[in-house]
Structure formats: C-alpha cells, structure tokens
C-alpha cells in the first residue's frame, strides 16, 4: 500500500520561505516520477513541480520557476519542495503524487496515480 505524507506547511509573509516535505512509503521515489501540485480557494489543482531520479532534470511551473526547487532524500524516501520568495498568489493546498507516466505528461494531475493528504501554505500581506 502506497502512503503519501506531506509536511511543512504554515504561515509565512511574503518574501519568506517554506519547506514542504513528501515522505513516501510503499515505493521508492527512485523509480517514480515524483510531482508536487496545488489547488488554491475556488481554483483547479495546478502542476507546480515533477522530477524522476533516473529522468534528469525537474520539471517546473513557469509560475515557480527559480524560487521552487525540488530535491530528494533517497535514505528517507522524501522528496521536498523549498519554497523561498513566496508570494500570496503561492497560498494553497500543495499536494506530493507520483507516477509512471513520460516526462511530456507530468503536468497533467490525471496522470498520478497515488495522492498525500495536502499541507496548507498560506502566505500573508
């Protein structure tokens, strides 16, 4: 049974940073895509970040781009997300998920197969 669990979320103003943790269980995140995606009040979930350890580089949301970054911990089996220059626009519930599905189909959340429970950022004015 695949488990996902994401921590780290909170409160922060803007310009701060957070980092979001996805502990996995079940799988090994060095075989599977890893993707973190949100959904903020009233909006659809969104791609935020994607990386496969044998697959190169991450994969970003143009939104996030160079104030994201995605990272790994194979001896924890997490993946992370530091979030750093955080703006209101970055509150929302973000969601770790994985898959097996080719890098040109990353960004699309009907790909993922397995879901954490989401962590709330909330950045404030």
């Known amino acids: 049974q695949v488990n996902l669990v994401e921590s780290g979320g909170g409160l922060v103003q803007i310009g701060g940073s957070l980092r979001l943790s996805c502990a996995a269980s079940g799988l090994s995140i060095r075989t599977y895509t890893m993707g973190w995606f949100r959904q903020a009040p009233g909006k659809e979930r969104e791609f935020v970040a994607a990386?496969?350890?044998?697959?190169?580089?991450?994969v970003y949301a143009e939104s996030v781009m160079g104030r994201f970054t995605f990272s790994v911990d194979n001896a924890r089996n997490t993946v992370f997300l530091q979030l750093n220059d955080l703006k209101p626009e970055d509150t929302a519930v973000y969601f770790c998920a994985s898959t097996r599905a080719v890098r040109s189909a990353w960004r699309d959340d009907s790909q993922y197969y397995n879901w954490g429970q989401g962590t709330q950022v909330t950045v404030s004015s």
């Open positions: 990386r496969r350890q044998s697959g190169g580089y991450p």
